[in-house]
């Protein structure tokens, strides 16, 4: 069975501060893909960062960052700089090969950036 | 835009009822997924189907069809409606046959409320 755990419900940051959203995954597969999805106020998932298990390379987009490390099955997610329009709620994401795509999704972190 | 078209946005209705759910793939997608957002489940995968057949199941009660149609849209039927079936349904499509590795891009969602 697979298994995703955001431990933080809900993250309140100023704007401009860097923030760290936490995901842990649970899976016996040793191929699986770990996904990124956020969902703004306005209902929609849309999709940020895909990684395999066998890239254990961070990766870095803009102000978005992403650590996966396997040793501690995380694969967490970090805005720098944080922006109001960066609040939403962010969905980490699991599926391993050959499920046909059946996603697996933590519960969210909701985050709130205020000015 | 993500170029998954869900329609209804919202539909209200009452218990015992029997709604359509409707989904337009993005252009050039042949696999459209199913999955239901609640406050007490959170996202759960309900189905799948490529190029009209069905390609995996997930936790999609006997109350619930779907079927994809020739020209790749595809309906969710939900019949005997319960309270509990209040929830955003997403439909999301991918290219592929829904290996792990597939990005699903997402719809707006359907917002169903059951009073």
């Known amino acids: 069975a697979q298994k995703v755990t955001q431990a933080q419900t809900e993250i309140s940051v100023v704007e401009k501060e860097d923030v760290t959203l936490d995901c842990v995954y649970e899976t016996r597969d040793t191929t699986y893909y770990l996904f990124w999805y956020k969902q703004p106020p306005s209902g929609e998932l849309v999709f940020l960062i895909r990684r395999n298990s066998f890239d254990e390379q961070n990766e870095i987009s803009g102000r978005y960052s992403w650590n996966f490390q396997k040793s501690t099955s995380s694969f967490n997610f970090t805005i720098t700089a944080s922006q109001v329009v960066d609040s939403a709620v962010y969905f980490c994401?699991?599926?391993?090969?050959?499920?046909?795509?059946?996603?697996?999704f933590g519960t969210g972190t909701r985050l709130q950036v205020t000015l | 835009d993500s170029g998954v078209t869900q329609t209804p946005k919202h539909l209200i209705t009452a218990t015992g009822q029997r709604v359509t759910l409707r989904c337009s793939p993005r252009?050039?997608?042949?696999?459209v997924y199913w999955y239901q957002q609640s406050l007490d489940q959170g996202l759960q995968f309900l189905i799948q189907y490529y190029n009209g057949e069905e390609r995996a199941k997930g936790n999609i009660l006997e109350r619930f069809s779907a079927q994809q149609f020739p020209d790749l849209h595809s309906e969710l039927n939900l019949s005997s409606l319960e309270l509990g079936d209040s929830a955003l349904y997403f439909c999301?499509?991918?290219?592929?046959?829904?290996?792990?590795?597939?990005?699903?891009?997402f719809g707006a969602g359907s917002r169903l409320t059951v009073l």
């Open positions: 994401a699991l599926s391993a090969t050959g499920t046909a795509s059946k996603l697996t």
């Open positions: 252009s050039g997608d042949l696999s």
């Open positions: 999301a499509s991918s290219e592929g046959q829904g290996g792990g590795a597939n990005v699903l891009t």
